[in-house]
């Protein structure tokens, strides 16, 4: 039985200690000169510890808020949505098991991921998993804030018209776009302070909201037998789709040294976006016992100060802005894997642009954007199955990734496999699209979610169809060893 690890390439042994301070490749002031090419042992440095600020940061904001609240708009009681609001971001430990290929290999997930579906095959992954799919949560969440930031110009005396909506667009996303040219160092330096401020803005709302919730609140008609269970099902898919959508969390771990303790790297991911994922959506639950949830910043403002109204609104915008930041930075790198030649800081421009370009589409033309978030309640059925085979590749090779063979895209490659795709990837990948197909309940209703009565289980049939057919056909001989 042939191995399902690559040999270690030439010149790639024990790395060197850690570098006592950032390359010059790799400072805040500088924009980042590596894009999608292997982090040499000589440029990496940090501590696993960084990472929690990065996570955080993207987790103490508006979506959570929302997301929490309306579990109880569904129906559940607080402490049922207080555990699935657990049970939800317990998902994190995925992104967390995925992140620490990065140390591993070098390299960012949107290179890695040829390990698993070929040189040929990772261009279409990189191209639907990785740029479609991040555009358009860059430009539902731009709009979320440019939503938040008219609130904030209207308050100003301001009449928010189509010139000044425009206007306020083009500036959320230009800062934005700043912190996903400038790359991964500016990333690391901005996180902390960030984090710091979102925390002492939402502590305040944490003062406010359980100053008047409810916390016996049960709803006048409660859920029992099948319509408790689809709602439960459905609210831990809800809540899981933030961790999910990180599938590409390699991307903030590649500089960290060849020698980081993985279980670290895995750790403080997790922690970064558990913690917040937990406190913030709980937040939102606790205020839906006693406001209006379906206009969550009207519903927030019942329950706190006058003063703070322009504070909450600018940390929302803040908060957008950090969690876009990331989702464009990796837009950048999957531009890139598809096979385009361009620059790094250029493919987050083209990103930025495509995202405003729907944004303002959305907002001042059409129900675009409404039409964008009901399909992208259907990624779960992509990307639970695509984050199962990248973490089913990673135990199955022990987390052992030879960086600059991955970066080889010539037939002679070790992963070009069969004509530049991997087949046990690309059909574990497709075989758990399918099955979470059959049981998606969202936007239409699969035959198994039907015959079960509306309960969609999407989520888990998809992750543990994939996890299973990628295992077993990369323990089949030939489709687990690379052909040239």
Known sequence: ?????????????????????????????????????????????????????VWAAANVNYLSLVTGGALVLMGLTLWQALAVIVAGNLFWLLTGLLSMSGPAAGAPSE?????????????????IVGWLISVCYFALNLAAAA???????????????TGVKVVVVM?????TLVIGVYGHAMIMKLYLPITLALT???????????????????????????????????????IASAPLSYTTSADFSRYLPRTTPARAVVGWTFLGGFLPGVAVCSLGALAATVA????????????????FGPVL?????????????????????????????????????????????????????????????????????????????YAT?????????????????????????????????????????????????????????HALGGVDLALPAGLVTASLLYAALSRGGALRTPTP
Do not use: K
């Open 200 to 238: 002492a803005a939402f502590a305040v709302v944490a003062v406010g909201v359980f100053r008047h919730a409810d916390l016996s609140y049960v709803p006048a008609e409660p859920l029992t037998g099948t319509d408790l269970l689809t709602v439960v099902v459905a609210g831990v898919t809800l």
């Open 292 to 307: 209006d949830m379906t206009d969550p910043q009207a519903g927030l403002r019942q329950l706190l100060p006058d003063w």
């Open 313 to 389: 609104l600018l940390a929302l915008v803040l908060g957008t802005i950090a969690i876009n930041a990331l989702t464009a930075y990796s837009a950048g790198l999957a531009l890139q894997a598809v096979g385009i030649r361009i620059r790094r800081s250029l493919s987050v421009l083209a990103d930025g642009t495509a995202a405003v370009a729907l944004t303002l589409y959305g907002l001042l033309v059409s129900d675009f954007l409404d039409t964008v978030s009901n399909v992208l309640q259907l990624t779960v059925v992509l990307l639970g199955p695509a984050l199962a085979v």
């Open 111 to 127: 290179v890695i991921t040829r390990a698993m579906y070929g040189v040929r095959g990772n261009r279409v992954n990189n191209a």
């Open 147 to 161: 939503t938040a930031a008219f609130a904030l110009v209207e308050m100003a005396g301001i009449t928010a018209n």
């Open 393 to 449: 590749d990673i135990l199955l090779r022990r987390n052992r990734y030879d960086g600059p063979a991955l970066m080889d895209e010539t037939p002679g490659s070790p992963f070009w496999y069969r004509a530049g795709v991997n087949p046990a990837g690309a059909l574990a990948l497709a075989g758990g699209v399918t099955v979470a197909a059959l049981c998606v309940n969202t936007l239409y209703t699969g035959p198994i979610a």
């Open 1 to 53: 039985m042939a191995s399902t690890i690559p040999d270690p390439h030439p010149g790639t042994g024990a790395a060197p200690r850690e570098a006592p301070h950032p390359p010059p490749s790799d400072r805040a002031g500088r924009v980042e000169a590596h894009g999608i090419d292997h982090i040499p042992d000589h440029e990496r440095h940090g501590r696993p510890r960084q990472l929690f600020s």
């Open 171 to 175: 500036v959320v996303a230009a800062l």
